[in-house]
């Protein structure tokens, strides 16, 4: 089945500093890939959805400049927490799409854990 | 009114137990129904995926839908510890892998030795 890479899979920084996720598609070509943030007993609540070679669409109440999404391959999504503040603490999943199987299930992967001192 | 309605739990039960998880939803228009197997600190990981209503079945789970009273059920039957996780519900109007998927809260899962 489509497997899904997100690396890192926690990560540590302080406010103020800037991290990188990075989410793979390693047998797919991912024409499309979400982003989703979930607190703690909470649901997925998606952020932004972006396609390949275009702008990412943001959900309302999420601030693309602080949240910068960048879909440069088929295979590679990037997520960017600016200026990360406490409560940008948060677990961050990214799923993906291709262009074969916008009816097929979402595959995700296994999530980034960040947390903000 | 939540669009997608799920109980959080816990639900502990016995080791081979059947389980039933439910959800709830209130847009008609919803065609796709997916349930999700979330382990601590991990990614979803998709159980069953259904098109309209009906019944699916894989190995111990049976995924039901029924629209008209717009409830969808996971049954895992001879439950055991492996299956201790958070099940979420998912569901979507426009295409199982699209952005308008909507989830559940997720329903905490304790299987108890």
């Known amino acids: 089945g489509a497997v899904v890479s997100q690396h890192p899979s926690w990560v540590i920084c302080k406010s103020g500093t800037s991290v990188k996720i990075e989410c793979r598609s390693l047998?797919?070509?991912?024409?499309?890939m979400f982003w989703y943030r979930q607190f703690p007993k909470q649901s997925l609540m998606l952020m932004a959805t972006?396609?390949?070679?275009?702008?990412?669409?943001?959900e309302q109440g999420v601030e693309k400049d602080k949240f910068l999404i960048n879909h440069a391959s088929l295979t590679l999504s990037t997520l960017t927490v600016t200026s990360a503040h406490p409560e940008d603490s948060s677990f961050y999943i990214c799923?993906?799409?291709?262009?074969?199987?916008?009816?097929?299930?979402?595959?995700f992967g296994n999530g980034t854990r960040l947390t903000v001192t | 009114q939540k669009e997608v309605e799920q109980d959080p739990g816990p639900l502990s039960v016995p080791e081979g137990a059947i389980v039933s998880l439910n959800c709830t939803y209130s847009?008609?228009?919803?065609?796709?129904f997916m349930w999700y197997r979330q382990y601590s600190r991990k990614g979803p990981e998709l159980l069953m995926y259904?098109?309209?209503?009906g019944n699916k079945e894989d190995g111990r789970f049976t995924a039901q839908v029924d629209k008209s009273s717009k409830y969808i059920s996971l049954f895992i039957r001879d439950s055991q510890p492996s299956d201790s996780a958070t099940y979420l519900c998912?569901?979507?109007?426009?295409?199982?892998?699209?952005?308008?998927?909507?989830f559940g809260k997720g329903t905490k899962l304790s299987v108890i030795p």
């Open positions: 799923s993906a799409t291709g262009r074969s199987s916008y009816n097929s299930p979402l595959h």
């Open positions: 047998d797919f070509q991912a024409t499309t």
């Open positions: 972006s396609n390949e070679g275009s702008k990412a669409t943001y």
């Open positions: 847009n008609s228009a919803f065609q796709y």
């Open positions: 259904t098109y309209s209503s």
């Open positions: 998912a569901m979507s109007q426009s295409g199982a892998g699209s952005y308008q998927l909507t």
